[in-house]
């Protein structure tokens, strides 16, 4: 997996907007082994306010830490990163409002500096080397893990409803026909779990 370079220090020089970062000593979490838990509302989230197609959701997240030793006997200063949770964006074929879901979970090595990050090859697959200074950004981090989770078809809040449908699809719409219509704004992801429900049940 690629190695993520995300400097956490710029957060305490963060402006207004960024106030209400949330800052946790990556020695004491490592060190003492603590585990922290906390709730975000996905509006308090800037990097993904623009994809939210309502302020309904909640995002949760849970960090753990750990230290342990690579096969050089080098510490290593590990988290492990859980985010679950919901919220609303915009359907990218129908660009109605449709739930998102949040299952993420992530394996996290931190390192000081570049220099400490190793070779790409000698990376595990289920685990991220990230650049990180005295303090771990939450807030930082959960945003980018959320923003890695979604689709980069989610449409942004300026998009219009039916704007991207043929022009019979948006009469349908309009004309209030609600068998068509609740077709139209069934996204395809919850067709294909559809049919592939019905190819379970079906019997040979």
Not at 92 to 110: H, M
Not at 178 to 190: G, N
Request: aromatic share 4%; proline share 4%; hydrophobic share 40%.
């Amino acid at each position: 997996m690629s190695t993520r370079h995300a400097d956490y220090r710029r957060s305490q020089s963060a402006n207004a907007a960024d106030s209400a970062a949330v800052l946790i000593s990556v020695e004491r979490l490592t060190r003492l082994k603590q585990i922290v838990k906390g709730t975000f509302l996905p509006s308090a989230l800037p990097e993904i306010a623009d994809c939210l197609a309502s302020d309904a959701g909640q995002i949760d997240y849970r960090l753990s830490g750990n230290i342990e030793s690579d096969q050089s006997a080098r510490r290593q200063l590990r988290v492990q990163c859980i985010i679950s949770g919901w919220f609303d964006v915009l359907d990218a074929v129908t660009l109605v409002p449709s739930r998102f879901e949040l299952d993420i979970k992530s394996r996290l090595v931190l390192v000081s500096s570049d220099d400490d990050l190793p070779p790409l090859e000698d990376e595990a697959d289920d685990e991220d080397f990230i650049v990180c200074g005295q303090d771990f950004d939450i807030k930082a981090h959960v945003q980018e893990e959320i923003l890695l989770a979604l689709p980069t078809t989610t449409p942004r809040q300026d998009a219009h409803a039916g704007a991207a449908l043929p022009k019979t699809l948006r009469r349908t719409l309009a004309s209030g026909d609600a068998t068509l219509s609740k077709q139209v704004r069934e996204s395809p992801f919850a067709k294909l779990r559809t049919l592939k429900g019905t190819s379970k049940n079906s019997k040979f």
